[in-house]
């Protein structure tokens, strides 16, 4: 059984639009007010296994915090059908939320004025987790998180990335099945951030936690996930395996040659020269269309080399390039 | 309800208490009002030809009155502005994804919250009422009545607070109505004064409205003996809890509904 299914959800959100001037509003008392259909999730489908870390992006209002919403049970969908943990979300809201754990960045559960220990105990309380099995959960997050510090300190003296770390803690205090994480790395600094990407990745692979996560850092998409779930607009526009995306999307490479000679320059044909600096040139070269080897074997017989770096571009080139449309043989270096 | 469904909400009461006295300024602050208003009714009624106002309270049952109604006031404070918060920041997102319903968890943790105030003001009370009067005046036919009759009180207040905080659901947001309601409670529900000193058709329709339930019920132990109107004070307040819990019920089931079909972001 999938940890999460989604078929053919949607969800449109429906404002009245506000009448405009005295006159407008006057009209308003004695008619019904015209309506504006918002689509936020359109037709979208997916299915996650138990244990997998996937990765759920788009840019900006793409409709990706509205589908956790939805899985989360908060939101009901306008049609399509979900299940989360073998549950409807939007019929068993309260059964559900045993079995998942939530971060959405921005929004606490935890209480501003107390201290951290309080909320924890609370939540501990609210999903019956027994003392011992609390007990020894609390010591193992609050040392992966590195929060011991942080337990007898009110929520309200806490930096941001100090709150967003107990806030993890607050969600994996119930052992969930299934994480849903909405930007949980904003804020953090480099190493919160890789605590973080560790202990979910030793959550998935020693509970077979399932992890569904939006982010705009690549760099948790590509340490945290597996696979990856791009929509825009409310669409899928691509469910893939993280490797297969990197091979189907980066047939651009990059190669840097460090030369003896002062203005180094190379023509072969797919290889296009972006930038030549003293003792340097920088190649973009499509693999379909030349090989890689081939680039190298003709570097090595024109010029006197005496290194060479071969780039592929990062992923947040390639997932931009994708928000563009653009085809993926013309992904950047 | 289950033993055990109580065990997560005593543990949100638990919390409540624990936010009350970690926000002791506040509490403090609110001892110092509650002395200064008693104080100046002290002083108002003692300068008052009462008899001439053809009433058959004393100062001291007067006194007594007020201190439990402002007592009542005092310790609900203004909970409706954590829900109009939540809602208007989005954070009820994290309350609805739990196990344990919106409304009951915030109600749980008002009333942990409210009983570590009472404690305090009751204190408070208790030495006010020493100081000017040299004696505590316990109604009869006694004093856990009144206890008793002062939590309901609370409760009932407590229920109307979580329905104006949920009216931002639909308002965006709270403040507007509470500002009404709270004069509505104040007037009708015979705050500074007992409903039976006001003009004949005006106090019964006060006491016919559910804010009588909420001070003037608990108040008037302070100014009629008896086991009898102790039984139909308590009645009265009985009768008007439920009536408000099927109100609380049915607004929270309505915002709720309203959260999952348009969302919480506002």
Redesign the interface.
């Known amino acids: 059984m999938a940890a999460i299914a989604v078929e053919r959800l949607c969800k449109t ?2 404002s009245r639009l506000r009448p405009r001037g005295g006159r407008g509003r006057l009209r308003k008392l004695f008619t019904r007010p015209a309506v504006h259909d918002m689509p936020a999730v359109s037709d979208l489908s997916f299915e996650i296994a138990a244990g997998e870390r996937v990765a759920f992006i788009g840019p900006n209002g793409a409709g990706k915090s ?1 589908t956790l ?1 939805i899985l ?5 969908p306008t049609s399509g059908h979900a299940e989360v943990a073998g549950l409807v979300p ?1 019929q068993r ?3 559900l ?2 079995h ?1 754990g ?1 971060v ?1 960045g921005q ?3 935890l ?1 501003y ?2 201290p951290v220990r ?2 924890l ?2 939540i501990a ?4 987790i027994d003392p011992s099995t609390y007990r020894s959960r609390l010591a193992r997050l609050v040392e992966s998180f590195e929060i011991v510090d942080l337990l007898d300190r ?1 929520v309200s003296q806490l930096s941001l990335g100090q709150r967003v770390r107990a806030e993890i803690v607050a969600a994996l205090l119930h052992a969930p099945t299934i994480l849903l994480l909405d930007e949980p790395t904003i804020g953090l600094d480099v190493t919160a951030k890789a605590a973080l990407r560790d202990h979910l990745n030793a959550l998935s692979r020693e509970e077979r936690t399932t992890v569904l996560l939006t982010s705009h850092d690549t760099g948790d998409i590509e340490r945290i996930c597996e696979r990856v779930i791009l929509i825009d607009h409310g669409r899928l526009l691509l469910d893939l395996p993280l490797e297969r995306l990197r091979r189907e999307f980066l047939r651009t490479r990059s190669i840097v040659l460090a030369t003896d000679e002062e203005r180094p320059s190379l023509d072969i044909a797919g290889v296009t020269t972006v930038a030549t600096e003293p003792y340097r040139l920088t190649l973009a070269v499509d693999v379909a269309a030349t090989p890689i080897e081939r680039v190298v074997e003709t570097a090595l017989a024109r010029l006197s080399l005496r290194d060479i770096v071969i780039e592929n571009p990062p992923l947040e080139a390639v997932i931009a390039a994708i928000y563009r449309g653009e085809a993926p043989s013309r992904v950047p270096p | 309800m289950s033993a ?1 469904s109580l ?2 909400l ?3 009461a ?2 409540g208490w ?2 009350a006295v ?2 002791l300024l506040d509490l403090l602050g609110n001892v110092l009002l509650y002395w200064v208003i008693l104080a100046i009714f002290w002083g108002l009624w003692s300068a008052t030809p009462l008899h001439e106002l053809g009433t058959e309270f004393t100062q001291e049952r007067l006194f007594a009155y007020l201190a439990v109604t402002e007592w009542i006031a005092f310790a609900v404070g203004l909970p409706y502005r954590e829900v109009e918060a939540e809602i208007q ?3 009820i ?2 309350r ?6 919106f409304g009951l ?1 915030t109600l749980a943790i008002w009333v942990g919250e409210a009983a570590c105030r009472s404690v305090v003001l009751a204190s408070a009370g208790v030495g006010a009422l020493l100081y000017a009067l040299g004696t505590i005046p316990l109604p009869m036919p006694s004093g856990a009545l009144l206890l008793a009759s002062v939590a309901l009180s609370v409760i009932l207040v407590l229920l109307w607070h979580l329905q104006i905080g949920l009216v931002a659901a639909w308002l965006g947001m709270s403040a507007p109505t509470f500002w009404i309601w709270q004069k509505l409670l104040f007037v009708f529900g015979g705050l500074i004064m007992p409903l039976t000193i006001y003009p004949a058709g005006f106090g019964a329709v006060a006491k016919a409205s559910p804010f009588a339930a909420m001070l003037f019920a608990p108040g008037s132990l302070m100014l009629q003996d008896g086991a009898e109107h102790a039984a139909w004070t308590i009645g009265l307040q009985l009768a008007w809890l439920a009536l408000s819990i099927l109100c609380a019920v049915a607004v929270e089931r309505a915002a709720v509904r309203r ?6 972001s506002r």
């Open positions: 959100f429906r509205t919403k989360t049970g908060i939101l009901d939007w809201r309260r059964q939320a045993m998942i939530i959405f929004r606490s559960q209480w004025h107390l309080t909320s105990d609370l309380a609210v999903y019956s009110p | 055990r065990y997560p005593l543990a949100y638990t919390l624990r936010r970690t926000n920041g989005g954070t997102d994290m609805l994804a739990r196990p344990i319903p968890a959260f999952v079909e348009h969302g919480t």
